[in-house]
């Protein structure tokens, strides 16, 4: 059986505020993972912190992985 090793590389906390008329209506709080393989091979997930929301383990593939979770997240929030 084969398997493969994620470590996780990097953790943030990321803070997104939705704003209405310049005022920020809400501001959303992502606990953010990002794992490689060691072979440029990543994987993020992210998890809101109501936990309401969650993004399951995805591959990543930008060049700025942080900035791809938080358009992941950002996709999260505008869906709702």
Same mark, same amino acid.
């Given at each position: 059986?084969?398997? #493969?090793?994620?470590?996780?590389?990097?953790?943030?906390?990321?803070?997104? =505020?939705?704003?209405?008329? =310049? $005022?920020?209506?809400?501001?959303?709080?992502?606990?953010?993972?990002? /794992?490689? =393989? %060691?072979? $440029?091979?990543? #994987? %993020? #997930? /992210?998890?809101?912190?109501? %936990?309401?929301?969650?993004?399951?383990?995805?591959?990543?593939?930008?060049? =700025?992985?942080?900035?791809?979770?938080?358009?992941?997240?950002?996709?999260?929030?505008?869906?709702?």
């Amino acid at each position: 059986m084969a398997h #493969r090793v994620y470590p996780v590389e990097s953790h943030y906390l990321i803070e997104i =505020d939705t704003c209405e008329d =310049d $005022k920020v209506t809400k501001s959303w709080i992502w606990d953010v993972y990002i /794992a490689s =393989d %060691g072979k $440029k091979n990543y #994987r %993020g #997930r /992210a998890k809101e912190s109501t %936990g309401d929301y969650e993004i399951s383990w995805t591959v990543l593939r930008d060049h =700025d992985l942080l900035q791809e979770m938080i358009r992941h997240c950002q996709m999260v929030m505008f869906e709702i």
